[in-house]
T-cell receptor, first 115, second 114 residues
Framework: AQTVTQSQPEMSVQEAETVTLSCTYDTSESDYYLFWYKQPPSRQMILVIR??????QNATENRFSVNFQKAAKSFSLKISDSQLGDAAMYFCAYRNQGGSEKLVFGKGTKLTVNP | EAQVTQNPRYLITVTGKKLTVTCSQNMNHEYMSWYRQDPGLGLRQIYY???????DKGDVPEGYKVSRKEKRNFPLILESPSPNQTSLYFC?????????????FGQGTRLTVV
């Protein structure tokens, strides 16, 4: 069974600074997808960024980018120019390609942004 | 607007009193699932459905039932709720696709069983 590990229960960053959230996963599959979801206090689950395992290029969405290391099974999220609105719980998630659409989540990292 | 709608948003109930949390999506997605979120555990899948009349257990199915009589609806049923089912519940739907489309989540249901 696949597992996702987020080793940082909490992180903090100063506004306008850069922060990196860590995520590692375990799978024997070669084709899969990785996601970062943001959960603000409203509880809504918001997709931040996704990465297809077959793509070598790291995904980027505005201030959010990932460092995808397939061999190391690592998928970190970098937030540049942090804003107060980035404060939230962040979940890393894994999904196999094909078959079940099940998402396997890490335990989450709570990000605090200090003014 | 494409969305997944859960009801209710908040629910307090007593042990043993049957309840249903509804979930509806308007995107014609085949795949729907239920997750529960607990502090320090992340989200765990309870049940999922690949299509109408096709459901299967996720990782933590004990104490829950589901049904998928229509493509848009996927209710979660707690026949006899217990305090250990106090949690935050999410319904999600996605379009089954080899390109891996994203999952859309409902707003969440905060359930407290006393």
């Amino acid at each position: 069974a696949q597992t996702v590990t987020q080793s940082q229960p909490e992180m903090s960053v100063q506004e306008a600074e850069t922060v990196t959230l860590s995520c590692t996963y375990d799978t024997s599959e070669s084709d899969y997808y990785l996601f970062w979801y943001k959960q603000p206090p409203s509880r809504q689950m918001i997709l931040v960024i996704r990465q297809e395992a077959y793509k070598q290029q790291n995904a980027t969405e505005n201030r959010f980018s990932v460092n995808f290391q397939k061999a190391a099974k690592s998928f970190s999220l970098k937030i540049s120019d942090s804003q107060l609105g980035d404060a939230a719980m962040y979940f890393c998630a894994y999904r196999n390609q094909g078959g079940s659409e099940k998402l396997v989540f890490g335990k989450g990292t709570k990000l605090t942004v200090n003014p | 607007e494409a969305q997944v709608t859960q009801n209710p948003r908040y629910l307090i109930t007593v042990t043993g009193k049957k309840l249903t949390v509804t979930c509806s999506q308007n995107m014609n997605h085949e795949y729907m699932s239920w997750y529960r979120q607990d502090p320090g555990l992340g989200l765990r899948q309870i049940y999922y459905s690949m299509n109408v009349e096709v459901t299967d257990k996720g990782d933590v199915p004990e104490g829950y039932k589901v049904s998928r009589k229509e493509k848009r609806n996927f209710p979660l049923i707690l026949e006899s709720p217990s305090p250990n089912q106090t949690s935050l519940y999410f319904c999600a739907s996605s379009l089954r696709s080899p390109t891996g489309t994203e999952a859309f989540f409902g707003q969440g249901t905060r359930l407290t069983v006393v």
